[in-house]
């Protein structure tokens, strides 16, 4: 989660403790898929796993690999992302957030790339409390503007 191993191990603790599920994958409405990596997010189309027309090996063979996925581009984040999720009105939206950063990702109509990077202000009280850590972010209805 961090470069610094004490601080990762206080935020591995916490998000088990409170039984948060990091949601490091996500998909849209067109099939696209969305991986949280370290500090990276990586765009994929799982549309080649389905080929049902030249089947190569069973379905119940080994589990998905990652050179499987078409691979549609990556770009870097400046956190380590917690979580993900689209917005349900428009699926160039993305929101990401860590234990203190979230941002809104606004991504291209391919959906292979970064349009465009929109940083949240999380108004955090660490000084009055150790483990405050941003746990979750949802979409509002009717949020996005763009």
């Given at each position: 989660?961090?470069s ?6 206080i ?7 409170n039984?948060?599920k ?5 998909s ?13 997010l990586?765009?994929c ?5 389905v080929n ?20 549609l ?59 405050e850590?941003l ?5 509002l ?6």
């Amino acid at each position: 989660l961090s470069s610094d191993p004490s601080t990762d191990r206080i935020k591995k603790a916490l998000l088990s403790k409170n039984s948060i599920k990091r949601s490091a994958l996500v998909s849209d409405s067109r099939g696209r898929i969305v991986v949280a990596e370290p500090n990276a997010l990586f765009f994929c189309s799982a549309l080649p796993l389905v080929n049902v027309r030249y089947p190569t090996a069973p379905s119940s063979s080994s589990p998905i690999d990652r050179n499987q996925l078409c691979c549609l581009g990556s770009n870097k984040i400046d956190f380590s992302i917690v979580g993900m999720q689209f917005c349900p009105e428009n699926d160039r939206h993305l929101v990401i957030w860590g234990t203190a950063e979230a941002s809104i990702i606004v991504l291209s109509k391919k959906c292979d790339r970064v349009e465009k990077k929109i940083d949240l202000v999380i108004e955090l009280e660490p000084h009055e409390c150790d483990s405050e850590y941003l746990l979750k972010c949802d979409w509002l209805p009717s949020s996005e503007t763009h």
